[in-house]
């Protein structure tokens, strides 16, 4: 019997040059100052991190810090009435895991050191996926070339592929609602550069279920204000 040929999304995933997946939640939110968000953003991460745990564990993130030299108000500080005195990036780095302990200790850390802060970004920047490949469950980070490969085209590159397989922010910001009016939202956002989610395999439909399991357990834990689905591929 001869020696099978590995078979994308089947046992690998590949990153491709196109983001092939990407998914936003609008969460409205109720601060009403810059102190309020650093607690609303607390909560944000401490409940994501919960719903993502049968997904994926976040090794590696960085979030950044805006410092006012005076107590603004949280509308002007959104609509860039008054300059920021510093901005900055914290980084957290573990090598199993980076808890909701650990994240909220670290903003707690920014509201306790910096009176008027408020922190506007966090993103991912290490990401280690739990996906069902043919050999089983397969923990997959971006260095891993022998479950994730980088493809050009339609060919294997060897090489390590430029991006995490999913990658994941929030963000607080202003956004429209559904009557076009400017809200303040904290911002969650999924993107993929891998089609694994889109696979028609039993591989793709378990990971595609996993995938919408925690859309779903992040949308009912929030007073969600908008839903961006993946504006590529649709679910099969």
């Not at 100052?33 to 994926?56: F, H």
């Not at 995938?211 to 779903?216: A, F, G």
Request: proline share 2%.
């Amino acid at each position: 019997m001869g020696i099978m040929t590995p078979e994308k999304n089947k046992d690998y995933i590949t990153c491709t040059s196109d983001t092939t997946g990407r998914w936003k939640i609008g969460i409205r939110s109720s601060a009403n100052s810059i102190t309020d968000t650093v607690d609303e953003l607390t909560t944000v991460v401490t409940k994501l991190w919960s719903a993502l745990q049968q997904l994926c564990r976040v090794k590696q993130c960085v979030f950044a810090v805006w410092v006012y030299d005076q107590n603004v108000t949280l509308e002007d500080a959104l609509t860039l009435n008054v300059k920021e005195e510093e901005v900055y990036h914290e980084h957290l780095k573990n090598d199993n895991d980076i808890s909701s302990k650990l994240v909220r200790h670290a903003f707690e850390t920014v509201a306790n050191d910096n009176k008027y802060a408020r922190i506007t970004h966090l993103q991912s920047e290490e990401i280690e996926l739990c996906l069902r490949l043919q050999s089983g469950d397969s923990q997959i980070s971006k260095s891993d070339t022998e479950f994730y490969k980088n493809q050009v085209h339609d060919e294997i590159v060897d090489e390590e592929p430029a991006f995490q397989p999913l990658a994941i922010t929030v963000d607080y910001t202003r956004s429209e609602d559904e009557e076009s009016e400017k809200v303040n939202t904290v911002e969650i956002k999924f993107t993929s550069m891998s089609d694994i989610w889109f696979a028609d395999t039993e591989q793709g439909r378990v990971n595609r279920h996993r995938l919408v399991t925690v859309l779903d357990e992040v949308q009912q834990q929030f007073d969600v204000m908008s839903v961006l689905p993946n504006q590529g591929n649709q679910w099969n």
